[in-house]
């Protein structure tokens, strides 16, 4: 019983140490490219906008239109809609899956520094109560953004519209 114990013993130490043979294996080449990076470079800004809107903005960029169920080679453009409670994007597509423009609307989001500061020196007593961020992204054309804000003051109230950089318009 013993020889036996002792024999099991050897060969459980033995058949473990023999499997440790490390086979290397040469992969292929994985080439990782970002189709839309010029227009997450282009939208990013300084101020950090609400979270929700940069994940929408993430999730727009990184669509996969070819792997989409609705993806025929016969459209130059698809136009697809994301949606979330604070805002939504519109974005169209070409064929190769780059975004060629988006319309983006969000309301209530986090305000730049700029446009804070505008409204401060320009309405001092004036509190904002509604916020509207709107964003139109052109591939060749470049982006444009503007906010349109309302401003309450007691029972007074007064509409205003302002650039990114505090202008207004």
């Known amino acids: 019983m013993k020889k036996l114990l002792f024999s099991l ?17 040469e ?9 839309n990076y010029k227009y997450l470079n282009s939208i990013d800004t300084e101020e950090e906008a609400s979270i929700p809107v940069e994940m929408l903005r993430r999730k727009v960029a990184a669509f996969d239109v070819k792997g989409s169920e609705f993806y025929q ?6 136009n697809i809609n994301f949606f979330i409670p604070e805002g939504k994007i519109l974005a169209a597509y070409d064929r190769d899956g ?7 609307r969000f309301k209530d989001i986090n305000l730049p520094l700029p446009v804070k500061e505008a409204i401060l020196d320009r309405f001092p007593e004036w509190t904002i109560t ?9 591939d ?3 982006i444009k953004k503007s906010y349109k804000l309302k ?11 302002l650039d990114e950089t505090g202008n207004f318009l």
Request: hydrophobic share 40%; proline share 2%; glycine share 4%.
């Open 140 to 142: 060749e054309k470049g």
């Open 151 to 161: 401003l309450e003051n007691g029972d007074k109230m007064v509409r205003v519209k």
């Open 27 to 35: 992969l292929s080449e994985v080439v990782v490219y970002a189709t």
């Open 98 to 104: 780059k975004i060629i423009r988006t319309a983006e």
């Open 73 to 78: 080679d016969d459209y130059d453009v698809y």
């Open 9 to 25: 013993l050897a060969l459980g130490f033995a058949i473990p140490m023999q499997s440790q043979d490390i086979k290397t294996q």
């Open 130 to 138: 509604k916020d509207i961020y709107l964003v139109n992204y052109h």
